[in-house]
């Protein structure tokens, strides 16, 4: 299976002053890929020749060898081989001997798993997930999180990325920050939000992101059950006169700025983009689309800007392993399938042509395109199509949502994205 870690810019609204009062909880970063890996087993026990207790366990983890990154390697290694090498030492059996064996059959299980959740270019951090059934009127499950500094590959404490001495007014600030996203008054009790206690405290994990520092209370940790884990995300631009200068300068924080607004979204589990803006107000543009169905004699994959409608565009083409890749400005002849003749484009068409296309074979196209500065947000246009015994295979409106009519007459999905 494949995972792709990054966090998304859905988030991006979290970062204006009006934050929805809901529970917002971010996702893994995505512009790693990697395999993950699983290890499962199953032990179990007949009493009374009637009832069954099985205790399923079960890990994942990235798997090291499809990792690019050194860097992340080198701060991942150790702890992915330990992991591993202990499941497989584990004794399913001696544990259900342990287990008190009740009147009924029951499915015990265990599942861990580790992840890259996000970094930032000073940090990473690993996430760990736990879900266990141990026989009880329900599950449990737990979230938390390292933050490693990429230098040294010490964990880090929220002490750590502070300032000296500033870890009390940082809580006040945090608790100001919730009771503004709850609507609770200065003076509301924190039950009024649910709590346990009436006295705010700052989660125990916490994770360094891109979008801020976000903070995870798992169930029973200030909450019932029944109302799940609570999320705090304090973006940096309202926290960076607390935070460390040796994780948080200036650069260090416009380059997360970066990250937090680059751009990853899937389509019909063929067809994938990442959009991340650069400097001078261009953005770099990669595409990854897999023919899932048969060998193909040609195949197209086209990216379109619909307000790009400039009669000049600078592209440049940075990688691709396609046969061919052609660029079409505004006023370019292309043509349009359903009035099956050529006509004037109305904006940027990038077009790369595979003369073979083979079954589960992904081709990547990556460039970067300059965008005037008048233009803030992009409408991105994208669409996959194969050729098979003369026939032209494209996504359909019946079975894909959201799809678009685009200036080719084809079908496209469509990115929205603020520059």
Aim: charged fraction near 25%; hydrophobic fraction near 35%.
């Amino acid at each position: 299976m494949k995972k792709f870690i990054y966090i998304p810019l859905l988030l991006s609204t979290l970062l204006m002053a009006d934050i929805d009062p809901e529970r917002t909880y971010i996702e893994p970063q995505s512009i790693i890929d990697y395999t993950v890996l699983s290890d499962q087993k199953q032990s179990c026990i007949i009493h009374k020749n009637i009832h069954k207790t099985c205790l399923e366990k079960k890990i994942e983890y990235p798997d090291i060898s499809s990792i690019n990154d050194k860097e992340i390697i080198s701060l991942v290694k150790a702890d992915i081989e330990m992991m591993s090498q202990s499941f497989q030492k584990e004794q399913l059996h001696a544990q259900l001997n342990e287990e008190e064996m009740e009147d009924r059959s029951v499915e015990l299980y265990e599942h861990d798993t580790y992840s890259i959740f996000s970094f930032t270019p000073k940090t990473l951090t690993i996430e760990k997930t736990n879900s266990t059934y141990s026989g009880g009127a329900h599950g449990s499950y737990s979230t938390t999180f390292s933050n490693i500094d990429k230098s040294t590959k010490k964990e880090l404490t929220l002490k750590d990325i502070l300032k000296p001495n500033q870890e009390k007014a940082f809580t006040l600030f945090a608790e100001k920050f919730y009771r503004e996203l709850r609507q609770l008054s200065a003076t509301d009790s924190m039950k009024e939000a649910g709590w346990f206690n009436d006295e705010f405290t700052l989660a125990e994990s916490f994770a360094i992101t891109p979008e801020g520092l976000y903070f995870l209370y798992n169930s029973y940790e200030i909450q019932p059950y029944a109302l799940g884990q609570e999320v705090i995300l304090l973006p940096y631009d309202k926290i960076k006169k607390f935070l460390s200068t040796s994780y948080f300068d200036e650069a260090t924080l416009k380059s997360i700025n970066t990250l937090a607004h680059t751009y990853k979204k899937t389509f019909n589990d063929s067809l994938e983009i990442a959009v991340t803006p650069s400097k001078n107000h261009s953005i770099k543009v990669s595409v990854k689309a897999t023919n899932t169905l048969y060998d193909t004699t040609q195949g197209w994959l086209s990216v379109s800007f619909k307000e790009l409608k400039a009669k000049q565009v600078k592209v440049s083409l940075l990688n691709q392993n396609f046969d061919d890749f052609k660029s079409y400005p505004a006023g370019s002849k292309i043509y349009n399938k359903k009035k099956k003749k050529a006509i004037k484009s109305s904006y940027l068409l990038l077009e790369s042509e595979a003369k073979k296309w083979k079954s589960d074979e992904t081709k990547k196209l990556e460039f970067e395109l300059e965008v005037p500065k008048d233009i803030n947000h992009l409408t991105i246009l994208l669409r996959a199509v194969q050729k098979f015994d003369n026939r032209m295979i494209e996504p359909s409106k019946e079975f894909d949502q959201g799809l678009v009519t685009g200036q080719q007459g084809h079908n496209n999905f469509v990115l929205d994205i603020e520059l």
